[in-house]
């Protein structure tokens, strides 16, 4: 049997053209296959084929005629819109036409419409004003007949209606019809006022009110008539009626202000029973303050700020228990006692304002004055609660010429303070010398007295009313700093031929002791509130770049950084100085040291006892007593970085001038390491748990130079074969790290020991 091998033949898609014969392909490879068998299926599936064939040609006749059919009807459907839309069109033209005929013929009924309407209007407008005036007039005759039959209360509340009548008629151009209902209200707010004030006064007289002696003889008044019942209910009444004739009051009074350059805040006017119980005490104050009166002195303004204070406390208990309850049961927010001390401290205000220009030149007084009223006000604030929202004498010293005053006053008295504090003989000893605990800082008595100054300053203008004139304080602040530390700097230089003295000690912990204490103040709210006043001041001024808005928005700088940078600068310039000094006397005790015959020196086993080289008792006694010294005139923070600085530079001293510059035999090596051991290291035991971190170089060259033979040999091997790869660009440093840091050798670099290796004199023939 003939086997005939038929080979498949491929058909490619191709993408860019029809992919009719990749379909085909795939259509007989998938319905037919490598089975001849079913080549007997062909006469079905030709069958089937053409009858899509067939059905694929009916659909597309079918959508060829639909589709001018479509067409057709959208034509039709426009043609029928367009007709109605004439039709529309037209309608709308006849309409228009009849409305314009239809307004041409009312045109005259419109204009005899609008005159009866503005007639109309006008009735109504003259009826609207007869009413206001006849309901004003019923009112009036109100309170008339409410006054024959002696109803007092309904009289005032009748008037406190009828003002708040005016209140609304404010907005009319009635002007005469203002004036009526003006007019009324202040006839019968007098005759009601008159009346009430009257009673209310004869009320306070039997409570035998003002109380202007000492706080024991008001029980006697308050407690000893048999009336007092009936008293009380008396001045509860009256106190009430008078707080209806409030409103008419505030209409008819403009209260007393001052001029606009104290920029007061704003504040109601104080209520009517309450300006009536204090008329006796504004007559006395007046009596006694202003005029010509003996008691009437510039300088004295502690006379009428002590009465104000007494007159608050003499008053309050009355206020609190008998006032305040008047004024809850009639559902006012009004608190008496404090209404009481801010219409006697408006009192203050108005003579401050007066008598401060008389004095703004005469520095002694006026720097009383400020004095005497920071001591009021802190008085009326702790003991009298009095808020910070009202008016108070701060706004008045806040005055332009009165502020800028204040300012020259405060810097001149403090730069004089300051004279006085470093001319004093006492200016560099410490006041807690002799008290352990206290005198941690070592502090001398100049930089305390000055940061105590700084400190009152703060307390005098901290209840400033704006942050601007906090700011100029502060700014202030910043320039006595800076003044102190030129100074300070100007007697470190006379003192700097003795740089471990005692006053050139003093200065640095005089220093420190302010910039720890200005930095402490920086995390102060006080302070951190005044750098969020800075940052506003400086976004809207632009007076600072985006990176210093940064870090003042961020809290990582603060108002005093600039202070304390200068502060710490001088700080380090003054250690650095004092470690120069003793160095340079270590380095001249060390002479001697530098020439020991390292080579020459007995071993370790042919010692009986390990001693000290004597060679090196100079340097480490020259140590030992600079840093007794030192530790007993720094205090413990600047003593710490003293000793850590200069232990770094005998470190590196050692190590470069004496371990490197010679050889050393086994004996060399061991006293060299028994020296530094058992002798340098203790020195410093006594600041630190472990002094050897300190000296590590000394440590571990020390370490290197006291190897045995076989660790020694085996190390140098070690960092020969690093060298060797590394040159030959196969690194394998980490083996040769590894090897010094199981020796604990971690600071020197692996030249560096390499160099140690051969400062080693005994090494044994190996033959090579």
């Known amino acids: 049997m003939a086997t005939v091998a038929v080979r498949k033949k491929e058909v490619t898609r191709d993408l860019d053209h029809c992919d009719i014969p990749y379909y085909v392909s795939e259509f007989v490879e998938r319905e037919v296959g490598n089975d001849y068998d079913s080549l007997k299926k062909l006469d079905d599936l030709i069958d089937k084929l053409s009858e899509n064939k067939k059905q694929l040609e009916e659909q597309v006749l079918t959508v060829s005629s639909e589709v001018p059919k479509r067409i057709q009807n959208a034509l039709k459907n426009a043609e029928d819109s367009k007709k109605s839309l004439s039709q529309l069109l037209e309608e709308e033209a006849l309409l228009s036409n009849s409305i314009n005929s239809h307004l041409l013929k009312a045109q005259p009924w419109v204009e005899d419409l609008d005159v009866l309407i503005s007639q109309v209007e006008e009735i109504e407008r003259h009826l609207a004003y007869l009413k206001w005036i006849s309901r004003i007039e019923e009112l009036s005759d109100s309170i008339q007949q409410y006054l024959m039959t002696n109803n007092v209360p309904e009289a005032a509340s009748t008037l406190a209606f009828m003002a708040e009548l005016d209140i609304k008629l404010q907005e009319s151009s009635c002007s005469h019809l203002l004036a009526f209902v003006r007019s009324t209200v202040k006839f019968w707010h007098k005759i009601l006022k008159d009346k009430l004030s009257s009673d209310f006064e004869e009320v306070l007289t039997q409570l035998r009110w003002p109380f202007v002696g000492p706080p024991q003889s008001q029980a006697v008044g308050l407690a000893a008539p048999a009336s007092a019942p009936d008293v009380y209910n008396n001045l509860e009444m009256l106190f009430c009626q008078l707080l209806k004739l409030q409103t008419s009051d505030e209409l008819l009074t403009k209260p007393k202000q001052l001029p606009e350059k104290y920029s007061l805040p704003p504040s109601p006017p104080i209520i009517l029973p309450i300006q009536i119980m204090l008329n006796p005490l504004q007559k006395r104050f007046k009596y006694h303050f202003t005029g010509n009166k003996q008691t009437n002195v510039l300088n004295k303004p502690e006379w009428y700020l002590t009465q104000v204070l007494m007159w608050i406390g003499n008053h309050a208990k009355f206020l609190d228990d008998k006032i305040q309850p008047i004024l809850d049961k009639a559902g006012s927010s009004v608190n008496a006692g404090l209404e009481f001390s801010r219409a006697l401290v408006m009192l203050i205000l108005e003579k401050l304002a007066a008598d401060i220009p008389c004095l703004l030149y005469d520095d002694t007084l006026f720097c009383?004055?400020?004095?005497?009223?920071?001591?009021?006000?802190?008085?009326?604030?702790?003991?009298?609660?009095?808020?910070?929202?009202?008016?108070?004498?701060?706004?008045?010293?806040?005055?332009?010429?009165?502020?800028?005053?204040?300012?020259?006053?405060?810097?001149?008295?403090?730069?004089?303070?300051?004279?006085?504090?470093?001319?004093?003989?006492?200016?560099?000893?410490?006041?807690?010398?002799?008290?352990?605990?206290?005198?941690?800082?070592?502090?001398?008595?100049?930089?305390?007295?000055?940061?105590?100054?700084?400190?009152?300053?703060?307390?005098?203008?901290?209840?400033?009313?704006?942050?601007?004139?906090?700011?100029?304080?502060?700014?202030?602040?910043?320039?006595?700093?800076?003044?102190?530390?030129?100074?300070?700097?100007?007697?470190?230089?006379?003192?700097?031929?003795?740089?471990?003295?005692?006053?050139?000690?003093?200065?640095?912990?005089?220093?420190?002791?302010?910039?720890?204490?200005?930095?402490?103040?920086?995390?102060?709210?006080?302070?951190?509130?005044?750098?969020?006043?800075?940052?506003?001041?400086?976004?809207?001024?632009?007076?600072?770049?985006?990176?210093?808005?940064?870090?003042?928005?961020?809290?990582?700088?603060?108002?005093?950084?600039?202070?304390?940078?200068?502060?710490?600068?001088?700080?380090?310039?003054?250690?650095?100085?004092?470690?120069?000094?003793?160095?340079?006397?270590?380095?001249?005790?060390?002479?001697?040291?530098?020439?020991?015959?390292?080579?020459?020196?007995?071993?370790?086993?042919?010692?009986?006892?390990?001693?000290?080289?004597?060679?090196?008792?100079?340097?480490?006694?020259?140590?030992?007593?600079?840093?007794?010294?030192?530790?007993?005139?720094?205090?413990?923070?600047?003593?710490?970085?003293?000793?850590?600085?200069?232990?770094?530079?005998?470190?590196?001293?050692?190590?470069?001038?004496?371990?490197?510059?010679?050889?050393?035999?086994?004996?060399?090596?061991?006293?060299?390491?028994?020296?530094?051991s058992r002798n340098l290291f203790p020195l410093f035991s006594h600041y630190c748990k472990r002094p050897e971190n300190y000296f590590k170089h000394i440590k571990e060259a020390c370490i290197i130079l006291n190897l045995n033979i076989g660790s020694a040999l085996l190390l140098k091997d070690v960092l020969q074969s690093a060298s060797e790869n590394e040159t030959t660009f196969k690194p394998n440093q980490p083996s040769a790290i590894a090897a010094l840091n199981e020796l604990g050798v971690y600071k020197l670099a692996q030249k560096d020991v390499e160099i140690l290796l051969n400062l080693r004199a005994s090494w044994p023939n190996t033959g090579k």
């Open 368 to 676: 009383h004055l400020v004095d005497e009223v920071l001591l009021f006000e802190r008085e009326l604030y702790s003991v009298h609660g009095y808020l910070s929202s009202f008016p108070s004498c701060m706004h008045i010293l806040s005055e332009e010429s009165c502020f800028q005053r204040w300012l020259t006053v405060e810097k001149k008295f403090a730069l004089q303070k300051m004279d006085s504090m470093l001319s004093s003989e006492a200016a560099w000893i410490s006041q807690y010398k002799d008290i352990t605990d206290v005198d941690e800082m070592k502090v001398p008595d100049c930089a305390e007295t000055f940061m105590t100054l700084l400190l009152v300053i703060t307390d005098r203008y901290k209840n400033l009313p704006t942050a601007s004139r906090k700011l100029q304080f502060l700014g202030l602040q910043k320039e006595l700093v800076d003044d102190f530390r030129i100074r300070l700097t100007q007697v470190m230089k006379e003192e700097t031929r003795a740089s471990l003295g005692f006053r050139y000690c003093a200065i640095l912990n005089a220093v420190n002791y302010i910039a720890t204490v200005l930095a402490d103040w920086a995390d102060n709210v006080f302070f951190l509130q005044l750098q969020q006043a800075e940052l506003e001041v400086c976004a809207e001024s632009n007076a600072v770049s985006k990176l210093q808005l940064g870090q003042l928005a961020s809290m990582e700088s603060s108002v005093f950084d600039d202070m304390i940078n200068l502060l710490e600068r001088l700080k380090h310039d003054m250690l650095t100085r004092q470690v120069d000094h003793v160095f340079r006397e270590v380095k001249d005790a060390a002479k001697l040291y530098k020439k020991e015959r390292w080579l020459s020196l007995p071993s370790q086993a042919e010692q009986a006892v390990m001693s000290l080289s004597s060679t090196a008792c100079p340097m480490l006694l020259t140590l030992r007593d600079r840093l007794l010294q030192l530790e007993q005139q720094l205090c413990h923070s600047l003593f710490k970085i003293f000793w850590q600085m200069l232990a770094e530079k005998v470190d590196i001293y050692i190590y470069q001038e004496i371990i490197m510059a010679n050889h050393f035999n086994e004996g060399g090596a061991a006293q060299l390491q028994f020296d530094m």
